[in-house]
Structures are given as structure tokens and as C-alpha cells.
């Protein structure tokens, strides 16, 4: 038995180490990961900047909590300012904590009520967060939901410029829907949302907990659309594996988080930084992102490439090493055969498959992947077939 809440449906790995692109189970079976912790460890596991910095702080300190001026968080808020539209950083434990931020600040500082978000998105598990969470089967049961949230279809941009209410306080959105299929945003949808934000005196909020910390070969997903968001939240990536998350606005929203406004004991805590800190300081990179952006785009081809005969494949899309194979039927079956042949990868909604190595992943490795998820299409559907 379980001394565990079952709130995960876990698959039947257990795993004894992992290292750069490769987990190990208890039974010597080795593993492609794709997943990288569901885009957290972007430079693979066990980084050794990364580790070196969290060892180097380890011997120095660990908690003090934010009654202290912690020299580390300064450095890294400087670092992602300096890489992004916003001025001031506020330092979290999680995307959902990220994004509680974003909410809460967004509402203080335009004394509006309303945030807009899409259907089929996904902001976290937190009441807010939830609400915000386009999803019915993510609230379900846990109902009354935190007011006021109103979604949209995402990639509707009659939807958006239709929008016409004095109490809208923000927009936020994800670049690239990440849980909800891997779907891009469209470019003329996004300066949609940006121009309603500045007709309705609204904040842009994008939610950059996944696209974000080179995911997609920019530093953040927005850039590659040219808008210029007033708040950025960011988690997974950030930290290596180390648990933080990072609220970036611009400098017109810093009077509204005076002191004593909001606050998290353990936002910032001196190892997390430290491990943020290494993390930015290879990923922040224009040759570092260049690569990332060849590799998924030389991935990305050879996937439609051997994939474009597959009966069971709709489509492939995504940008940078964020890919999603949409199906025409479940996912599950095919991540199970993967998993089968050493490829580890999750689903986005039911039918897509999603992929999400290591930022530091080799060609060899990515076709190797390719390989493995052709061949797991073929086996699936000739087992359907034979179903039939
Ligand atoms: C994962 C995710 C979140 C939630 O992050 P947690 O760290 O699990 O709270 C929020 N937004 C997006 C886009 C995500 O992918």
C-alpha cells in the first residue's frame, strides 16, 4: 500500500539516477528523457555549474528568509531584467505561486477585478490559479471558483478584440499553450490581446512558466512574437530542478508591491537563487539559444519528415525543443510503447504527444528519438488494426 494521496497516475518506473539526458531505472533499463521534469531540467540532470553553485552554497547558507537582504537575489533579478521587458522581480516557490503573484498585483495596481484567460490553458492548482485554468476538468469539484476569471477561445482574435469592460484588470495568456496541446499562439492574435490591453487600460500577463529559460530558442517564449508584456511569470526551467519561481513586471507596477504587500517565506531562499543564478548564466546565452533553435527546427523537420505518411499523426508544430505531435486518437498508448524502447515523453490534452528534452540534447540523441517514436506509431497502430 501507498501512504500517498493517489493524486498522480504514475507510471511504473523507479528511478535509482539520473545524468545529463538519460534517467536510469532500478532495473538497469535506460531511458531517452524527454520529459526533463516536465521542462525543468533544461540543461539536463545533474548540470555540474549547477551543482558546483549549490555546493559552493551549501557551505555558505541556506535559509534566512527574506527579513535579510540576500545579495544572490539581486544578481539574478538583474539577470532576468536585463534579459526581458520588465524592471523588478518578485521571487516565488512555484509557477502557480508565480502567477498568485501576477494576479494579485495586477489588481492592486489597476483597482480592476476582471482577468481574461483562454480556454485550454494552464496557470496552476492554487485557487486562483485554478480559476484562471481554462479547464473544467482541472476545477471540477472544488467549486465555488475564485472570482472573476472569464475565458476566451485562445487564437481568437475577434474574441479578444470584442472585449469591452471597464473592470478588466489583465489578459494573461501562454505564448504557447503548453498542457492544454502544445498550440502556438498566432502572431496577429497576440498584437490582438497587446492592443486590447492598452485600449481597456489593461496588464498583459504572459504566463512563461513553460516557454520560458530558453524552452523555445529565446529566453522567453514572447519574444518571438514582438509584444512587450508588463508581467512575466516564470517557474520550471528556472532553477535546474531546484524549486523557484519568478514574478517580472515592469517598473510602472513597482509601487503597488510596497512593503508588507505580499510576501513567501521560503521566495528566494539563498540555494534556490544560487541554482537559478548557474542555470541563467548558460541558457542566457545568443549562441546557447541559436542552438536550441536549430536543433528543434532540424527536429522538428525530421519529425514531419517521418512522420508524414503516419496515419495516426494530424499534425506537428511547436518552436524550439517544445514540440507536440498531435494524433488522431489517445497519446497514452503510443508514450507507453516509447517508454517500451527507451523514450521517455509525456501528453499535452489527450491526444498529443509532447516533447520536451534537454535544451543540451545532441542531434544523434534527438534522432534517436525519432527512431523510437516512429517505430512506437507503426507498433500502435498494427495492434489497433489487429483489434479491428
Ligand atoms: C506548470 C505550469 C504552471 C504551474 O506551475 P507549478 O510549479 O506546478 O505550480 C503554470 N503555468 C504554466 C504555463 C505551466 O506549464
New binding site residues.
Partial sequence: MSYLFPTYARWDIEVKKARGVYIYDTNGKEYLDFVSG??VCNLGHQPEQVKTALQKQLDQVWHVSNLFHIPGQEELAKKLVEHSTGDAVFFA???????EAAIKLARKHTGKHKIITFYQ??????YA?MSATGQKKIQEGFGPLAPTFDYLPYNDRNAVKSLNDSDIAAIMI?VI???GGVVPAKPEFLQAVEQTCQKLDALLIV?????GIGRTGKAFGYEHYGISPDII?L??GLGSGF?I?AMIGKGKLIASFSAGSHGSTFGGNPLAVASAKATLDEIFHSAFLQKVREKGNWFKALLKNLLKEEPLVKEVRGKGLMLGIELVREGAPVLAAMRKEGLLALTAGPNVIRLLPPLTVTYDELKKAAEIISQALHTVAASSAAVK
Avoid: L, M, W, Y
Fill in positions: 516536465i521542462a516557490n512555484s509557477g502557480a505561486e508565480a502567477n490553458s494552464f496557470h496552476g492548482r492554487t490559479t501562454e499553450q503548453g498542457e504566463d512563461e512558466v513553460q516557454t511569470t517557474a520550471k524549486p519561481g
